[in-house]
């Protein structure tokens, strides 16, 4: 089954992007004017993120202004510093009193063996990404921060395949909307639980990530020595689910952290060592009614079913 829907399915919530064909990177900028109750969950050995510490409970701040999901590694994450000189001049921000100061949360992705390793999203580009969202932005595959994204790297860039950024909403039974959007960019496989969509190629034919890692990487016969690779903190997926449910700071970390199940089913194998997974959630509060598990299991699904759509977006054209 194919999820359809956007994250700005969710009343409030504006999404940009900026693209880099040329040098394969890019960023995205999901933005809330309004703030919204804001959680993160960071698994995996290598992550790249800012602001991650604010968004747990018994932190004194308890909404965030945007999410900005960048390529460019560590180098990426100068993006949400122009995302919050843009939101400030804008006028969007937590109020202080002597001035309005914009609570930007983001995490990046290792995209610099794909395109070009000097050119990486900055401040200019993440102003970029803010002034372009929307809420009719709708698309999907090789944009934003999903231009340089790759699966399929345990044995190197010759053997991968291009991924991208996915979205898809799930809707609760009270008509409560969840929506993510994921920029996949794993060592791993893209898997729906029959085959491998997208990931570690050879020949025309895929290798299954997860069995090389069961088989302590025995390449016999399959690759020379000059074809394997160091991939030490050169992957990371990341995402962003969003809803219009009213939800408390603890209780909008624990979507953060059941979304990351969406991962598990879609992604084989995840959080490794060489993954920095990481996922953001943003609950706008205008919902009320559905209890945080039923919250939770939608945004996993909503995950899977982002991830999903990655390969049905790229195949297709």
């Keep these: 089954m194919t999820y359809s829907g956007y994250l700005t399915d969710v009343p409030g919530i ?10 394969k990177t890019g960023c995205t900028a999901i933005i809330c004017k309004n703030g919204a109750v804001c959680g993160s969950d960071v698994r995996g050995g290598a992550p790249g993120t800012r602001e991650t510490d604010l968004t747990k409970p018994g932190k004194m701040v308890e909404r965030a202004h945007c999410v900005m999901l960048s390529g460019g590694s560590a180098f990426g994450l100068a993006a949400a510093s122009g995302a919050m000189d843009q939101l400030e001049e804008m006028g969007i921000g937590l109020d202080t009193g002597a001035v309005k100061v914009p609570i930007v ?6 995209d610099l063996g794909f395109g070009s390793a000097k050119v ?3 401040a200019e580009d993440g102003k970029k990404a803010v002034l372009a969202a929307s809420s009719t932005e709708n698309r999907q595959g ?6 340089g994204a790759t699966v399929g790297k345990a044995l190197g860039p010759m053997h991968m395949m291009r991924s991208g950024l996915g979205s898809a909403t799930v809707k609760t039974g009270k008509g409560t909307i969840v929506s993510a959007m994921v920029v996949c960019n794993a060592v791993g496989d893209i898997y729906d639980g029959k085959e491998i969509l997208l990931g570690l190629q050879k020949d025309g034919r895929f290798l299954d990530t997860e069995k090389l890692f069961m088989n302590s990487f025995d390449v016999s016969g399959l690759l020379s020595k000059a074809e394997i690779a160091d991939l030490t903190g050169k992957n990371t997926t990341i995402g962003v689910i969003a809803t219009n449910a009213k939800l408390t700071k603890a209780e909008v970390n624990k979507v953060a952290e059941v979304a990351h199940n969406g991962f598990a089913r879609a992604i084989r194998p995840v959080h490794t060592m060489n993954d920095g997974d990481t996922i953001f959630a943003l609950a706008t509060g205008e919902a009320e009614g559905d209890s945080v598990d039923t919250i939770a299991v939608c945004a996993q699904e909503a995950m899977r079913h982002a991830i999903l759509n990655i390969p049905n977006v790229l195949l297709s054209k």
């Excluded at 504006?14 to 040098?23: A, R």
Aim: charged share 15%; hydrophobic share 30%; no cysteine.
């Design 142 to 147: 090789s944009v934003g921060a999903g231009t």
């Design 105 to 110: 949360l983001s995490a990046v992705i290792y």
């Design 14 to 23: 504006l999404v940009g992007h900026y693209t880099d064909e040329e040098n």
């Design 120 to 122: 990486r999203p900055t």
